[in-house]
């Protein structure tokens, strides 16, 4: 079962905790767990599973794992029955014989992220948004916690108008077009939807590949992930010289002593 199953790594390296999400998240450790900066964990999904990842920042959980988030809440509970409060930074997949994936930031952003599919046949891209919209977001869109930007709103969430929402006349493509907000946000990341018709350049195909969920990283930072008990790594040629081995090893490392692994 395992074989045919996709394997997800989800990845922090960001500076402080975060507590992703998952629906639905019955493969996932009931849809919501803690990652401390530099921690990682393994899952695996099965085919025909159609989901959403996003991150929450600022929680504080009580042993009986309730309590409020400051980002991407889902309720006041740890594990995830419902999608996440916006603003957030959300990958989205569905897995079937071809994979579709992607990173919206049609609701929001709170987090830098990234999917990179490993070892899959087809196109492959990277998907995800690694700029920090926090330090750049727009006065009107920003979320601010005792004078700093934890999150940037998007303008639909905002404004509530049709046009920025793509609804109404202009819930089509034809008539949704980039607005200002949405130019900025693609600006800054252009492998994410900024929009919800911003398909051609957001959306991704992958045929048989594990995937990379990472936070607050780079989308040329290469990464592992282990299948059939073997560790994969994207930019797997980087290892031929020196520093790449040793970074590989500790990679191995990481993952050996931090990883929980459910099968």
Known sequence: MCESARVFTIVNN???????????????NGGG?????????VFTAPVGWSGRIWGRTGCNFDNSGKGPCQTGACGDTL???????????????TLATLDFYDVSLVDGFNLPMAVTPINGKGNCSIAGCDSDLRTTCPSELAVK???????????????????????????????????????????????????????????????GT??????????????????NKKLVCSESKG?????????????????MVKLWTIC
Not at 156 to 183: I, M
Request: glycine letters at 6%.
């Open 79 to 93: 594990k995830c029955g419902a999608s996440g409060k916006t603003p957030a930074s959300l990958a989205e997949f």
């Open 14 to 28: 960001c500076k402080e905790t975060v507590w992703p999400g998952v629906t639905p998240g019955e493969n996932f």
């Open 145 to 207: 916690s005792n004078g700093k930007v934890i999150a940037c709103r998007s303008a639909c969430d905002v404004f509530n108008t049709d046009d920025y929402c793509c609804r109404g006349l202009y819930g089509n493509p034809v008539t949704c077009q980039p607005t200002f907000y949405s130019k900025k946000f693609k600006e800054a990341c252009p492998t994410a939807y900024s929009y919800a018709y911003d398909d051609p350049t957001s959306i991704f195909t992958c045929t």
């Open 239 to 255: 290892f031929k010289s020196l520093p790449g081995r040793l970074w590989a090893l500790m990679i191995v490392a990481m993952l």
């Open 33 to 41: 767990f803690a990652l401390k900066p530099g921690q990682s964990v």
């Open 210 to 227: 594990d995937y990379v969920v990472s936070f607050c990283s780079s989308r040329k930072q290469p990464v592992c992930t282990y299948h």
